[in-house]
C-alpha cells in the first residue's frame, strides 16, 4: 500500500511529531482512491518551507529546496523524493505569476487547485478529506473544475488542456464534458500560445497516453483548442487513435504521427522525433505490411498500418497483420559475403541497397538467387 511505505508514514510522521498537518494530496491520493497505481506522493503541510527543512534534517532526511519560492521542498526519505509543499493561498492571480501567500488553511489550499478529484486530502492513517466535494465527482468519474472554470481558466491557461487530459485519463468516456467548462475552454482557447511549450507538451504527452483519447481530442477540436496546440491536426483519425497502444512507452508518439503531420512547437526529444519522422514516412508510402514489419518491427510497422489506413480511410488488406510479423521475423537473403569478393566498397555498398529496396518492393518474397540475378552475379 503507498500511504503505507515506511519512507511515506516517515514524511508524515517527522510533520505530524512536531504538531504539524500533513496530508498526502492530489494524484496519489485521486489514483489510490480509484485503484489506479501510485506514482509519486506529494504532501501538503501547515509548516512553513524552512521548518520542513529543519525537521526533515532532524530526522535524518534529505531536504532538498525544489522550489521554495512556490513553497516546495523535496524530502528524500527510503530512496525516494516526497514534494512537501506548505497549505498556500492564491492572493491575486493573473495567468501564472499570481502571488502565493503561506500561512493559508487547508480549505484555501484546496481552493487553489485545479479541478475537484485533484483536491482530495489523505492523512497517515488513510482517512480522506475532502474539503470541496471531489469525492462524489471521482465516483461519477466527473471532471468539475473548483468553482468557477472561467476563472480558474483565466488564473492559469494551461488548465484547459489539463481539463481534456484528466477527461481523457479519469473520466467516464460516456459521459460528455461539463458544457459550461468547454464554454469556459473555448472563451481562451487563443491564450495558450502564451504557454511555454514544454508545458504543452507534457499535457499532451499525458492525454494522449490515455486507454482512448479520441472522445478528449473531438471535444477539443470542437472547442476550438487542438487547432491552437496542434494547428496540423486532422480529426479523420481518430477513430483508430484508441488501437495504437498509446498507454505503452514512448506510445504517445504513435498516436501524435496519425494525429499530425507536423508537430508544430512540442518540445520531442530527438530519439521521439526520428520515430515521428518514420511513422509519417510510412503513412505516405506504398509498402507492403512485410515490408513495413520489416523496417520498422512489429509495433511500429503495426501503428504504420492502421494509421495510414485511418488516413486514407481505406481498410488494410484483410491478411496485413500476418504480413507485418513476417517481415518482422524476416532476415535479408543476402550477406555482403555473398557479393564478395566481386565487388568491394562502395560498389558492394549499392548493390545490397539496391537489392535490398527490389526485396522490399516484391514484398520480400525474392530469393537469395533471384537477388544475385537481378545483380547480374548469380
Ligand atoms: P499525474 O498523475 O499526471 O502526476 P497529478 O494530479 O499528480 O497527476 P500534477 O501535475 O503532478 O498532477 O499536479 C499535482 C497536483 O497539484 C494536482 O493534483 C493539483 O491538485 C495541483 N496542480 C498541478 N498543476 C496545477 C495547475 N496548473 N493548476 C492548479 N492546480 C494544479
Ligand atoms: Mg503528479
Known amino acids: 500500500e503507498w500511504l ?13 511529531g512536531a504538531g504539524h498537518h500533513a496530508l498526502a494530496v492530489g494524484g496519489c491520493v485521486r489514483n489510490a482512491l480509484l485503484g489506479v ?21 532532524a530526522a535524518g532526511l534529505k531536504p532538498v529546496p525544489t522550489g521554495i519560492a512556490h513553497g516546495t521542498v523535496t524530502v528524500v526519505s527510503d530512496g525516494e523524493g516526497y514534494e512537501v509543499t506548505t497549505f498556500r493561498h492564491d492572493e491575486e492571480s493573473f495567468g501564472r505569476h499570481a502571488r502565493v501567500s503561506f500561512g493559508a488553511t487547508l480549505e484555501q489550499d484546496a481552493a487553489r487547485r485545479d479541478f475537484t478529484m485533484n483536491a482530495l486530502y489523505a492523512d497517515a492513517s488513510g482517512a480522506v478529506v475532502d474539503p470541496l466535494g471531489g469525492l462524489p465527482d ?7 473544475f473548483i ?9 492559469d491557461y494551461l488548465r484547459i488542456l489539463r481539463f481534456f487530459r484528466f477527461h481523457a485519463q479519469y473520466g467516464d468516456p460516456e459521459q460528455g464534458l461539463d458544457p459550461d467548462a468547454l464554454a469556459a475552454c473555448a472563451d481562451h482557447a487563443d491564450q495558450l500560445g502564451t504557454l ?9 504527452k499525458k492525454l494522449l497516453a490515455a486507454p482512448d483519447p479520441a472522445p478528449a481530442v473531438a471535444a477539443m477540436a470542437q472547442a476550438g483548442v487542438l487547432r491552437q496546440v496542434l494547428p496540423g491536426a486532422q480529426a479523420q483519425a481518430l477513430p483508430v487513435l484508441v ?7 514512448g506510445g504517445f508518439l504513435r498516436r501524435l504521427a496519425v494525429l499530425t503531420p507536423d508537430i508544430g512547437t512540442l518540445r520531442l526529444s530527438k530519439a521521439e522525433a526520428r520515430d ?3 511513422l509519417r514516412a510510412a503513412f505516405s508510402g506504398m509498402d507492403s505490411p512485410a515490408a513495413l514489419g520489416w523496417t520498422l518491427g512489429l509495433r511500429l510497422g503495426t501503428d504504420a498500418l492502421l494509421g495510414r489506413a485511418a488516413l486514407l480511410e481505406t481498410p488494410p488488406a484483410p491478411d496485413w497483420r500476418a504480413g507485418v510479423m513476417r517481415g518482422a521475423q524476416a532476415d535479408f537473403p543476402l550477406k555482403p559475403k555473398d557479393l564478395m569478393p566481386m565487388l568491394l566498397g562502395p560498389a558492394l555498398g549499392l548493390a545490397l541497397s539496391r537489392a535490398q529496396k527490389h526485396w522490399l518492393e516484391h514484398d520480400l518474397q525474392p530469393t537469395r538467387d533471384e537477388l544475385l ?3 547480374g552475379l548469380a
Open 4 to 16: 503505507e511505505k515506511p519512507g511515506t508514514q516517515a514524511v508524515l510522521s517527522m510533520l505530524t
Open 37 to 57: 497505481p501510485v506514482t509519486d506522493v506529494d504532501i501538503a503541510t501547515d509548516a512553513l518551507p524552512e521548518r520542513v527543512m529543519e525537521l526533515a534534517r
Open 138 to 144: 471521482l465516483q461519477a468519474r466527473r471532471l468539475r
Open 147 to 155: 468553482r468557477d472554470a472561467d476563472a480558474r481558466i483565466r488564473e
Open 196 to 204: 511555454s511549450a514544454e508545458r504543452i507538451t507534457a499535457e499532451l
Open 243 to 249: 488501437h495504437l497502444e498509446g498507454d505503452k512507452p
Open 276 to 278: 515521428f519522422d518514420k
Open 373 to 375: 540475378a537481378l545483380l
